[in-house]
């Protein structure tokens, strides 16, 4: 593992927005105008993500690299018009390509999992009601707990895992969910194992895009936690 934080910038066609991915560290994504402030961006968010580099046992190895001031751009490469349109990682990359072995593989799974148990510890402490835009608009906590559930069981099927559908105010049971994302990571490893993408996605990309909506959506919740004394 790099002792400096490795990034491929993602262009949308427009040149709108970049997109700077941390490809060692799932879910470690972050967009912006112009390159330099993707990547400043992704570096300002170090410490938002030092919590499940730790959760997935990866402590040190992080910490080595928020250590040093220098990044190391090691592909660009480019986006869609989604990209330009969200400021959202939405195209592959020639690294989310390569193969990967079966302990690489473990551990990008480690640290998807590790963006899940960050991602309930903070819907366990947020209020229940979230804070609104100017106009009054966005998702209570519930919403978006349940918007990122169905979301990612919709990619979920790409590697065979169908789950019941429910409504739009219905969450899973603890246990229906943890039982789900253990069917997720295992579908993820037999088809790794067959040599498999996930229909059009390589396992990479699947791997580290679930990470980053988790993670994209545990830090909106702790940005508009309304519980006193969190911030």
Aim: charged fraction near 30%.
């Amino acid at each position: 593992m790099a002792n400096e934080l490795r990034v491929a910038l993602e262009i949308g066609p427009r040149g709108k927005k970049v997109v700077a991915v941390a490809p060692d560290w799932p879910g470690l994504e972050r967009g912006a105008k112009t390159e330099e402030a993707a990547i400043e961006r992704l570096r300002s968010y170090l410490s938002r993500y030092a919590p499940v580099a730790k959760l997935a046992g990866m402590e040190e190895a992080f910490a080595a690299i928020t250590r040093v001031d220098t990044v190391e751009v090691i592909e660009r490469y480019p986006g869609t018009g989604s990209t330009d349109f969200w400021g959202i990682s939405f195209a592959f990359s020639e690294i989310d390509r390569l193969d990967m072995s079966s302990e690489e593989l473990e551990r990008e799974l480690a640290l998807m999992q590790a963006c899940w148990v960050f991602f309930d510890e903070v819907r366990s402490r947020v209020s229940e009601q979230m804070q609104k835009g100017p106009r009054g608009g966005g998702r209570d906590r519930n919403q978006i707990v349940g918007h990122v559930i169905r979301v990612e069981q919709d990619w979920a099927t790409k590697v065979g895992v169908s789950t019941p559908q429910t409504s739009q105010d219905a969450l899973p049971s603890e246990d229906d969910l943890q039982a789900y994302r253990d069917a997720y990571c295992n579908a993820i490893r037999a088809f790794h194992a067959a040599g498999k993408p996930a229909r059009t996605w390589p396992l990479r990309y699947l791997i580290r895009h679930t990470a980053f909506h988790t993670l994209d959506h545990a830090w909106e919740m702790e940005d508009k936690d309304l519980t006193v004394g969190v911030r």
